[in-house]
Each structure stands twice: as structure tokens, then as C-alpha cells.
């Protein structure tokens, strides 16, 4: 029983875009009012955004954030969040039930992500609202001057464009929840048209059309086969959304979900190439995996509260406590976005702060990071460069819903100017330690750094503002000799082995 891999620097799969490593805000629930947005707050700056929750994400070194929604966007209207603050209207928010009071809106979210360090990836509107809306805050956001709405964002104090580049075409519009929910023949009209005239606005801007919800939609795979008709030569992306989570108290079956998620990219690229050949095009789509993460644990919650309270500012809903196998299927997953980098150049967890989010906030409290913040931090820090593809021989199980899980999932990233090469590796064994093998020799006169490691012996503890339990710690139990990497992995642990 043990792992063997051989990690060669000639197996490349792809540079790895840094994108891969984003997130997502969306005006729902705790994540921008108690969330990046307290103005009480002691740490708060001078636009009210909390400072702590500032340096939780730029020690994440998150490239982008998606704003402002997912659901809530297709009933947004953009106009309500700019302009002075006091005259700003409050409205219903119909995806979540809630009242938005529209404090923040599109230019306090520039400002927070230019404190953040992080580039916006805007949403527009393609629920309630179309072509028009999404025209007119492009060229509020982007347009130097001169004309209606560029000047309108001078007025309102930013002179300078915002010069957003990354647009999003509406948010799961194949979901019958969706506000403006649309077939895919309305949708792919829609998105193609409303990207067409975008792009004339600004040539300089990439565009996401919607894909499936999630895999198992009725409507996918056909929904990305009739948008992508429409729109192939407007779109530079298709979106990829899908969460994760342990209903059945089946945790072997549950860690292997990555698997479906390895199925999901495989299905979606095969789509976009089938679409790329009826067209003759020279022409790749990449794939944007705007939403995904484990998500489960609020959600009956969650539905007795909306339904109870409806009407509330900043309820605290989809507030996911997280534990220790949910930070393993996390790195899973950003395994998984490795294995793919040559196709997935931006990937969102869905999302950043208090909503299904790898960091907290206490009201005028603390902020604190959840078990999931762990691999997603190593997997932003050390995972930027150029991801191999290691011959891997694991052994294997077999759950309720997958065959040949293995036990080892593992991604290994090169950075050549840096020179240091990391690897990363879930033992998805509940109960041994898993003896691995690397075979390094094509990295002569690499020396092992540090062995990271996160785990616990409860697979479901989980951490608080006041108590980490899940963290990580240094493992001595791995050595190099003679260009073998030697070691053994901790039953159900992410590990983080740098070498350099
Ligand atoms: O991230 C939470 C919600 O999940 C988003 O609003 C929606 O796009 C998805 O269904």
C-alpha cells in the first residue's frame, strides 16, 4: 500500500493563470454589510471598509472577485449604488428576500478591491434587465469622458476609469430560481447581442456567457451547446458553477466529489470544441468556474429564515461552518483546477467573506479564517507557475457513487523564476497513513523547504473566532534522497511539500 509519482520538468500541462485563484462578493447576506463593509467598526477606514478583513485577503493574494452577484444581480439595478449615499434607494432584494440598502455599489466596491489588491469581475444584469443597463455601466465604468455616463462617474468623484475587464453575461440564467430565467435559445440571443454592443463600447474587455447551473441540470449539456451558437464569436469564457456537500454522512464518497467536478470540465470542454468545429473557428473558448466550493450545512437553516424573516438587511444566511473533510474536498477541487489549467484560466470560490466564505466576521468583533481557508491559501501563494502533470500511481477505493477514487489526489506546480517547485496532495484514507514515492530526479540540487500539513483527527471539527482547530502545522515526516522524496502522508490531511 503506497503512492508512487514521478514529477518530470518536460510533462507540462500549462502556465497557470493566477485567475484560477479568485473569489466571489455578492450583495447577500453578511458578505458586504458586516462583511468587507462595517462602518461602526473599530478597524473600519474612512470609507467604512474593515481594515482586518482587508489583510485576510490580500494574505489570500486573491487576483479577482466577481461582484455583484450571482441570483441577486438579475434583479440589480446598477444605478441605485452610485451617486451620494444618502439618496440612494432601498429595495427588495427578490433572489434573497432581503432589503438592500445600496451604501455600497459599484464605485466603493472599486475602491475596496484597489485596497484588497484584487481586479473586479463585474456582473451585468440580464434578468430583469439587458442590453441597455449593461451598456450604460460599462461606460460608466470604463469610458475616460466626455459623454453621459463617464462624466456622471466623475461627478460622483472618480475621474479616473475604473477599467474593468473582466464581464460576466447575467448569472445562472438556465436556473428556474433565476429572476428572468430564460430558455437557452433566449438566453444565447440575448447574451450575444448584449456582448456584441459591449464590446463595441470597450474592444478591451473579456466576456463570461452563462453555462450550466450545475452538472446536473436538465438542461446540460444543451444549454452550453445552443448558447455557444449564439454567442462563440462574442464570448471569450463560458461560466462553470457547482457546490459540494454531505448530506449522506458518507465521507469516502463525499471526498471523491472532485471526481465529478474532473467529469464536469471534461464534458464542458468537449461542448466547446464540438461548437468550435460546427463553426470552423479559430477560436478557443476557456472556461471560467465562477462559483464553486462546498456548500450544505446552512441551508434548511436558511430556508426557515427566509421564509420566517424575509426583509432584512444583511441576514446572516448561507453561513457554513466548515470543517475539516470540507477543507480536504476543497483542496480536492483546487487539485482539480490545476489538472485543467490548460483550459480553466479563472476559477471563483464562491465566496469570500461570512456567505459560504473562508473568512468570518464577528459583528463589531473579530474575523477570523475558516478550516477552508487553509488550502485555498496555499494553492494561491504556491500554485502559481507551471503546473505539471506527475505520473501518479495510487492505490484506490471504490464509494456509493465513484469507482477507482484514489487515494492520492495530488497537483504539482514549477516556478521557474522562483525556482521552487510545490506539490500538493490530499490523503483521502480516513484511517493510513499513505506512503509516497516521488521521483524528482529531473530537479537536481532541490532541497526540501517545508512540509505543510493540515489535519485533524476529527474529520468534522472546525474552527471558531476563538479556537483553530484546523490549521496547519510543519510535518517532519518526509525527506529527500537522492532525488526521491520520501514520506508519508497523514490519514485524511491536505500536505503542501515545497521544494527548492
Ligand atoms: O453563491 C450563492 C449563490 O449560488 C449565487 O447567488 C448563485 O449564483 C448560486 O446559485
Redesign the pocket.
Known amino acids: 500500500f503506497k503512492a508512487v509519482m514521478i514529477v518530470d520538468k518536460e510533462f507540462r500541462i500549462s502556465e497557470v493563470d493566477p485567475r484560477i485563484y479568485g473569489s ?1 462578493i ?1 450583495h ?1 447576506g453578511r458578505a458586504v454589510y458586516g462583511g468587507i463593509y462595517e462602518p461602526d467598526h473599530p478597524l473600519a477606514d474612512e470609507l467604512g471598509f474593515r481594515n482586518d478583513v482587508i489583510e485576510l485577503v490580500r494574505e489570500l493574494n486573491v487576483p479577482v472577485v466577481r461582484y455583484p ?4 444581480v438579475s434583479g440589480y439595478n446598477w444605478e441605485d449604488g452610485v451617486g451620494p449615499q444618502e439618496t440612494r434607494p432601498r429595495r427588495l432584494d427578490l ?1 434573497w428576500r432581503s432589503v438592500e440598502t445600496n451604501q455600497v455599489g459599484t464605485n466603493e466596491f472599486v475602491s475596496w478591491s484597489r485596497k484588497a489588491n484584487v481586479d473586479v469581475m463585474m456582473a451585468v444584469n440580464l434578468g430583469t434587465r439587458g442590453i441597455d443597463a449593461a451598456r450604460n455601466l460599462l461606460e460608466y465604468c470604463n469610458h475616460p469622458g466626455g459623454t453621459y455616463w463617464s462624466d456622471l462617474r466623475k461627478q460622483h468623484g472618480c475621474e479616473t476609469p475604473h477599467g474593468i475587464k473582466m464581464w460576466c453575461l447575467g ?2 440564467m438556465d ?1 428556474p ?1 433565476q429572476i428572468g430565467h430564460k430558455t437557452a435559445e433566449e438566453y444565447g440571443r440575448l447574451a450575444a447581442e448584449t456582448a456584441k454592443v459591449m464590446k463595441i463600447v470597450d474592444p478591451g474587455i473579456e466576456l463570461i456567457a452563462c453555462g450550466s ?1 450545475n452538472s446536473k441540470m436538465p438542461t446540460f449539456p444543451e444549454w452550453e451547446a445552443t448558447t455557444l451558437d449564439h454567442t462563440y464569436e462574442h464570448a471569450d469564457y463560458l461560466s462553470l ?1 457547482q ?1 459540494y456537500g454531505n448530506y449522506e454522512e458518507d465521507s469516502a464518497n463525499f471526498l471523491a466529489k472532485s471526481m465529478n467536478m474532473d467529469d464536469f470540465i471534461h464534458t464542458i470542454i468537449s461542448t466547446c470544441d464540438y461548437i468550435k468545429a460546427k463553426k470552423r473557428s479559430k477560436k478557443t473558448i476557456h472556461l471560467c468556474f465562477d ?1 464553486w466550493n462546498v ?1 450544505y450545512h446552512s441551508k434548511e437553516q436558511d430556508k426557515s429564515w427566509i421564509r420566517r424573516e424575509p426583509w432584512k438587511i444583511a441576514p446572516p444566511i ?1 453561513e457554513d461552518e466548515y470543517n475539516l473533510e470540507d477543507a480536504l474536498l476543497v483542496g480536492c477541487i483546487l487539485i482539480t483546477l490545476l489538472k485543467h489549467s490548460d483550459r480553466v484560466k479563472v476559477a471563483c470560490m ?2 469570500l467573506v461570512n ?2 466564505a473562508p473568512i468570518m466576521t464577528e459583528n463589531n468583533g473579530e474575523a477570523w479564517r475558516q478550516t477552508i481557508f487553509y488550502p485555498y491559501l496555499h494553492a494561491s501563494v504556491y500554485g502559481r507557475g507551471i503546473a505539471l502533470r506527475p505520473m501518479v500511481s495510487s492505490p484506490k477505493y471504490d464509494s456509493k457513487e465513484f469507482t477507482d477514487v484514489p487515494y492520492l489526489e495530488t497537483a504539482v506546480v514549477w516556478n521557474e523564476e522562483k525556482d521552487e517547485l510545490t506539490i500538493f496532495a490530499v490523503n483521502r484514507h480516513l484511517q493510513e497513513r499513505l506512503p509516497l514515492e516521488c521521483d524528482l530526479r529531473h530537479f537536481e540540487g532541490y532541497r526540501l523547504i517545508e512540509h505543510l500539513v493540515v489535519r485533524h483527527d476529527d474529520l468534522k471539527a472546525v474552527n471558531t473566532a476563538k479556537d483553530e482547530q484546523v490549521s496547519p502545522v510543519s510535518y517532519t515526516g518526509s525527506r529527500l534522497s537522492d532525488g526521491v522524496l520520501i514520506s508519508e502522508l497523514p490519514h485524511q490531511s491536505w500536505n503542501v511539500i515545497r521544494l527548492a
Not at 452577484?69 to 441577486?72: H, I, Q, S
Open positions: 466571489f455578492e447577500l452577484g450571482g441570483n441577486m433572489a448569472n445562472e436556473g430560481w447551473s458553477h457546490y462559483e456548500w448561507l464562491a465566496q456567505v459560504i
